[in-house]
Nanobody, 127 residues
Framework: QMQLVESGGGLVQAGDSLRLSCAVVGHRNSDYAMGWFRQAPGKEREGISCISRPDGRTYLADSVQGRFAISTDNAKRTVYLQMNSLKPEDTAVYSC????????????????????WGQGTQVTVSS
């Protein structure tokens, strides 16, 4: 059964960088979209990035444009979220998600598009 295993979160200072990793265990269809979401206390889950295949499209939310980047290493079955210039408002639980059908990554990733979820990794950015 497919599982998503996230890592890379932690406590950092404003302006620092983190790289989140999402290892796909047992997932064999690399054409399905992968997404990153975050949820801060008291707020709804927010889609921040996605990548789809075979079109190779990527999306970054306006709030992270120019600071975050999504990438994949197919050989390692891992998707990454590089997070630079972190701000206190980036503090949230970050979750990786995978679809079980194809969605083109053309806009804000939506929760309903994704079927498999990791447990989340906490990112805390101090002032």
């Amino acid at each position: 059964q497919m599982q998503l295993v996230e890592s890379g979160g932690g406590l950092v200072q404003a302006g620092d960088s983190l790289r989140l990793s999402c290892a796909v265990v047992g997932h064999r269809n690399s054409d399905y979209a992968m997404g990153w979401f975050r949820q801060a206390p008291g707020k709804e889950r927010e889609g921040i990035s996605c990548i789809s295949r075979p079109d190779g499209r990527t999306y970054l939310a306006d709030s992270v444009q120019g600071r975050f980047a999504i990438s994949t290493d197919n050989a390692k079955r891992t998707v990454y979220l590089q997070m630079n210039s972190l701000k206190p408002e980036d503090t949230a639980v970050y979750s990786c998600a995978a679809a079980n059908s194809h969605y083109a990554c053309t806009g804000v990733p939506a929760v309903y598009q994704y079927d498999y979820w990791g447990q989340g990794t906490q990112v805390t950015v101090s002032s």
